[in-house]
């Protein structure tokens, strides 16, 4: 999945918003909180990480390309270094699923204010 596409396809996610962080990342997040990285070089994609639960860590990291996201918390965030690790569907689904889990924690009120 190249870029432009990837960085589409998270904005197209409703209530959305990204930040240039952390040097060269393009970081997503809904309600100020993050789901999704993307760590570049220059305008080439070195990193795409998203956040998971632990028993689907233990499945990501199996798969050569994929690892413990550095600097996050462990076994809840994963590190696709290599995108051709997983195809462009799954990759889409597993974003989809770090915004949920990252919504599931957010407080009661906030989450009502997502669904209007």
Known sequence: MRLPALREFALSLPQTTWVKQ?????V???????FLI???DAETIDGV???CTPEEFDDLVDIDGITQAPYCAKRHWVRVVD???LPA???ERRIRR??????????????AQLAL
Not at 22 to 26: R, S
Not at 28 to 34: I, M
């Open 83 to 85: 995108l051709a690790a």
């Open 22 to 26: 952390w040097g060269d990342c393009l």
């Open 38 to 40: 993307i760590a570049l």
């Open 89 to 91: 569907a799954e990759l």
């Open 98 to 111: 770090s915004r949920d889990l990252v919504i599931a924690k957010l407080p009661k009120r906030v989450r």
């Open 28 to 34: 997503f997040k809904v309600a100020g909180k993050v």
């Open 49 to 51: 990480v998203f956040k």
